[in-house]
């Protein structure tokens, strides 16, 4: 047997009693009520898991559903894309700029154009004067392997108006262009005589042909063509 308390003055007694052998209550009935009003509250528990359960799959159906559309998209929707993504990023930003940034923008836009212009410019310039060098320069090699093959013809020339043409021995020569432009070889040359001994170097002008090869000891006043057809 236990004891519990009576519902109507909270005195202890037997839970087999029908009655309270104090107030009198009716004790039977009391715990039908009781027991009446747990089912009802445990129904009711049971009652709002359910719904809770129920809210809680909704919404994660509703989250995986919106989860497919945003990867695969709606029919006829095409998916947002990076690019739109960028587009709607700038127009954004377009739309927050003010005016006077606007400017600064463009202000520095221009100065960043005007800097690479003169950049592109110089470069182009440079790149004039190393075209312009290099082919200054290869004129120049050009014409000096010129003069080296008309200081070998003038040679080969003088070798012809000498007594010993094997014995000829060069000093001096050089390239030059006299007041006329005519390409001249000047210079000096020594050779054996007719006794086979060595006379001396003299000076010697040519033109590449034996009638325009003059010797010092053949012409007379020598030194006035020299001057003006070797030293200008």
């Known amino acids: 047997m236990a004891l519990i308390n009576c519902p109507e003055c909270n005195a202890r007694i037997s839970d087999k009693a029908i009655a309270c052998p104090h107030c009198g209550a009716p004790v039977e009935q009391t715990k039908h009520e009781l027991t009446e009003a747990t089912d009802a509250i445990d ?11 129920s809210t809680i799959a ?3 159906l509703m989250g995986t559903f919106a989860a497919v559309m945003y990867v695969f998209g709606a029919p006829g929707v095409s998916p947002p894309t990076t690019d739109d ?7 954004k930003t377009v739309e927050t700029t003010s005016p ?7 202000e520095a836009a221009l100065a960043k ?8 410019a110089l470069e182009k310039e440079k790149r004039a004067q190393r075209e312009l060098a290099n082919a200054q320069k290869k004129a120049a090699n050009e014409e000096r392997v010129k003069e080296l ?23 001096n020569v050089y390239f030059y262009r006299g007041k006329d432009g005519w390409p001249l070889i000047c210079g000096k040359v020594n050779s054996k005589n007719g ?7 003299q000076r010697f002008i040519s033109g590449g042909t034996p009638q325009l090869t ?8 020598f030194h006035k063509l020299w001057n003006r057809l070797c030293r200008g």
């Open 100 to 106: 006077a940034d606007n400017a600064a923008k463009n």
């Open 58 to 60: 909704a919404w994660l």
């Open 113 to 120: 154009k005007k800097s690479t212009d003169a950049a592109i």
């Open 43 to 53: 129904a009711a528990q049971k009652l709002q898991l359910r719904k809770r359960k």
């Open 214 to 221: 003059y010797l010092e000891e053949q012409v007379s006043d």
């Open 85 to 91: 993504a960028s587009t709607a990023t700038n127009r």
């Open 149 to 171: 093959v008309w200081i070998e013809k003038g040679k080969d020339t003088v070798r012809t108006v000498l007594k010993d043409s094997q014995s000829a021995q060069f000093a």
């Open 195 to 201: 006794f086979g001994g060595y006379s001396g170097y």
